[in-house]
């Protein structure tokens, strides 16, 4: 009896005091449908403007210690405690945004891509994801701006806003997330993302130095900066999805050479695409026509899902189908369907003012300002090298909305421009004995490389590569260049 309130009482001090001080109203006990792991998981929201009420919802999930469940089995006899407590402190914070503007962090990133879950085929489960990044860091998932996801406001105009506010909200959430979590404040931290987030993290990155630069107290300890097939500078990745196109054979010679003779992409923007001439604008129209809707322009070799096979699929209850590449390409349907389950977002403290929409990927509220797609992050990304922050940009190799082709000249323009000399000349690196994509690296800080097989959301279609491309990133360590296996593998 003794033993047993004794356990009551540590149980009671946990629950009182938290545990490791964060938050344990945010703590989630466990996700419906979830598998068992040896990690923990908070989710909750941090108000970014109290007088508005506006809100951002965040998921967090601590870093996974290789083996810990094996360790914890084979020396349970030794010792008193989980040893997975004592590994996991040593390892980074990694913040992750999706973009488009308005798109889910907890769709894309969390729940589709490089967190420990993905939705099982019946939308009311979840499986392992063996290859998330939190086997290499602890990652931290916000949905933003107010308006995506389960992030909100409660003063309506708020929902019209664009990249400046977005990056100011940022950085009050991370100061206050970090008050929650105060164990974090000294972690190395590493922004990442993907898409438009190639507009989020430089400029919530540079919000942060300008914070670092006159704060007398806290300063964020930033070690580097991912972003995957980033938008950068809309004039030249506008055109390279044509020379996308026209290379992989999904337009003809013809419509390829009137889009690249006829159509000047100095003068295209985000609002207006139309300020062209004729001849550009109607070859652009054909080129739409002819690669036509039965292909996924974020993934060219992927199939497409048919919506109605998801849903016979969703009652009959079966594990979903896969199709071509061995990516399960109705996952999409499941994530929606598994997040509007009012037991899941009870599980998340989610949604908490009752929403009158229902969860969705990209958000059908916000009024993002799309002329802030044309800001050029290039001089971003030469401030935040400047402060001695490696940038990589990576590229899945098999994206037509932000391809390679643009992506590749814009980090060797900005080479350029703060005259680094190529340290690493351009070439394979290995994973698994495979070609993993291709890489170079400029003055010890700028890194561009290509993932083979990738597309749009780079750790989706090829998450063992991507793994190794992320776990290299937050060890300060360059891609192989031979097909011995590294340490990281």
Same mark, same amino acid.
């Given at each position: 009896?003794?033993?047993?309130?004794?356990?009551?009482?540590?149980?009671?001090?946990?629950?009182?005091?938290?545990?490791?001080?964060?938050?344990?109203?945010?703590?989630?006990?466990?996700?419906? #449908?979830?598998?068992?792991?040896?990690?923990?998981?908070?989710? #909750?929201?941090?108000?970014?403007?109290?007088?508005?009420?506006?809100?951002?919802?965040?998921?967090?999930?601590?870093?996974?210690?290789?083996?810990?469940?094996?360790?914890?089995?084979?020396?349970?006899?030794?010792?008193?405690?989980?040893?997975?407590?004592?590994?996991?402190?040593?390892?980074?914070?990694?913040?992750?945004?999706?973009?488009?503007?308005?798109?889910?962090?907890?769709?894309?990133?969390?729940?589709?891509?490089?967190?420990?879950?993905?939705?099982?085929?019946?939308?009311?489960?979840?499986?392992?994801?063996?290859?998330?990044?939190?086997?290499?860091?602890?990652?931290?998932?916000?949905?933003?701006?107010?308006?995506?996801?389960?992030?909100?406001?409660?003063?309506?105009?708020?929902?019209?806003?664009?990249?400046?506010?977005?990056?100011?909200?940022?950085?009050?959430?991370?100061?206050?997330?970090?008050?929650?979590?105060?164990?974090?404040?000294?972690?190395?931290?590493?922004?990442? #993302?993907?898409?438009?987030?190639?507009?989020?993290?430089?400029?919530?990155?540079?919000?942060?130095?300008?914070?670092?630069?006159?704060?007398?107290?806290?300063?964020?300890?930033?070690?580097?900066?991912?972003?995957?097939?980033?938008?950068? =500078?809309?004039?030249?990745?506008?055109?390279?999805?044509?020379?996308?196109?026209?290379?992989? #054979?999904?337009?003809?010679?013809?419509?390829?050479?009137?889009?690249?003779?006829?159509?000047?992409?100095?003068?295209?923007?985000?609002?207006?695409?139309?300020?062209?001439?004729?001849?550009?604008?109607?070859?652009?129209?054909?080129?739409?026509?002819?690669?036509?809707?039965?292909?996924?322009?974020?993934?060219?070799?992927?199939?497409?899902?048919?919506?109605?096979?998801?849903?016979?699929?969703? =009652?009959?209850?079966?594990?979903?189908?896969?199709?071509?590449?061995?990516?399960?390409?109705?996952?999409?349907?499941?994530?929606?369907?598994?997040?509007?389950?009012?037991?899941?977002?009870?599980?998340?403290?989610?949604?908490?003012?009752?929403?009158?929409?229902?969860?969705?990927?990209?958000?059908?509220?916000?009024?993002?300002?799309?002329?802030?797609?044309?800001?050029?992050?290039?001089?971003?990304?030469?401030?935040?090298?400047?402060?001695?922050?490696?940038?990589?940009?990576?590229?899945?190799?098999?994206?037509?909305?932000?391809?390679?082709?643009?992506?590749?000249?814009?980090?060797?323009?900005?080479?350029?421009?703060?005259?680094?000399?190529?340290?690493?000349?351009?070439?394979?690196?290995?994973?698994?004995?495979?070609?993993?994509?291709?890489?170079?690296?400029?003055?010890?800080?700028?890194?561009?490389?290509?993932?083979?097989?990738?597309?749009?959301?780079?750790?989706?279609?090829?998450?063992?590569?991507?793994?190794?491309?992320?776990?290299?990133?937050? =060890?300060?360590? =360059?891609?192989?260049?031979?097909?011995?296996?590294?340490?990281?593998?």
């Amino acid at each position: 009896m003794g033993g047993l309130w004794w356990w009551f009482c540590v149980l009671v001090l946990v629950l009182v005091v938290g545990v490791n001080g964060y938050p344990k109203e945010d703590l989630v006990v466990g996700l419906p #449908g979830q598998p068992k792991v040896g990690f923990r998981q908070y989710a #909750g929201y941090v108000d970014v403007d109290v007088k508005a009420g506006r809100s951002l919802f965040y998921y967090f999930v601590e870093a996974e210690e290789e083996d810990s469940l094996s360790l914890s089995h084979s020396h349970s006899h030794s010792h008193s405690h989980h040893p997975y407590h004592d590994h996991h402190k040593l390892k980074p914070l990694t913040l992750w945004l999706n973009g488009g503007p308005g798109c889910s962090s907890m769709g894309g990133g969390a729940f589709t891509e490089l967190g420990p879950f993905f939705p099982r085929g019946d939308g009311r489960g979840l499986r392992r994801n063996s290859m998330s990044w939190n086997k290499a860091s602890n990652l931290l998932f916000i949905e933003s701006p107010a308006g995506v996801g389960w992030s909100y406001s409660n003063t309506t105009s708020d929902y019209v806003t664009g990249d400046a506010r977005t990056a100011r909200d940022m950085l009050i959430f991370m100061l206050k997330w970090y008050d929650k979590f105060p164990e974090f404040k000294s972690r190395d931290l590493f922004l990442t #993302g993907e898409s438009y987030a190639g507009h989020y993290i430089p400029q919530l990155t540079i919000a942060l130095l300008d914070h670092n630069a006159h704060s007398s107290g806290f300063k964020f300890n930033i070690k580097g900066v991912a972003i995957g097939n980033p938008l950068l =500078r809309l004039d030249r990745d506008a055109p390279a999805m044509y020379e996308f196109f026209w290379s992989h #054979g999904m337009i003809s010679d013809e419509v390829g050479l009137t889009i690249m003779n006829e159509c000047d992409f100095e003068d295209y923007t985000f609002a207006s695409p139309n300020n062209v001439t004729l001849s550009c604008y109607n070859a652009i129209t054909e080129a739409s026509s002819i690669v036509g809707g039965y292909i996924n322009n974020y993934d060219v070799i992927l199939d497409v899902c048919y919506p109605s096979i998801v849903q016979q699929e969703l =009652r009959l209850r079966k594990i979903a189908t896969k199709i071509s590449v061995g990516v399960d390409v109705c996952m999409v349907f499941e994530r929606r369907f598994y997040f509007n389950l009012p037991e899941v977002q009870k599980a998340l403290h989610a949604n908490r003012t009752n929403l009158p929409y229902s969860w969705s990927m990209c958000s059908t509220v916000l009024n993002y300002n799309y002329t802030d797609g044309n800001i050029n992050i290039l001089p971003l990304l030469k401030r935040i090298i400047q402060n001695h922050i490696p940038v990589w940009v990576f590229s899945g190799d098999q994206d037509s909305v932000i391809p390679l082709l643009g992506s590749r000249t814009l980090v060797r323009e900005l080479a350029h421009d703060l005259h680094f000399n190529n340290t690493v000349p351009y070439g394979a690196w290995f994973h698994k004995g495979q070609v993993g994509g291709w890489v170079t690296e400029y003055g010890n800080l700028l890194t561009f490389a290509t993932v083979r097989g990738a597309a749009h959301m780079v750790p989706y279609a090829q998450p063992s590569r991507a793994l190794h491309l992320f776990s290299s990133f937050v =060890r300060g360590r =360059r891609l192989p260049n031979t097909t011995r296996p590294s340490i990281n593998e």
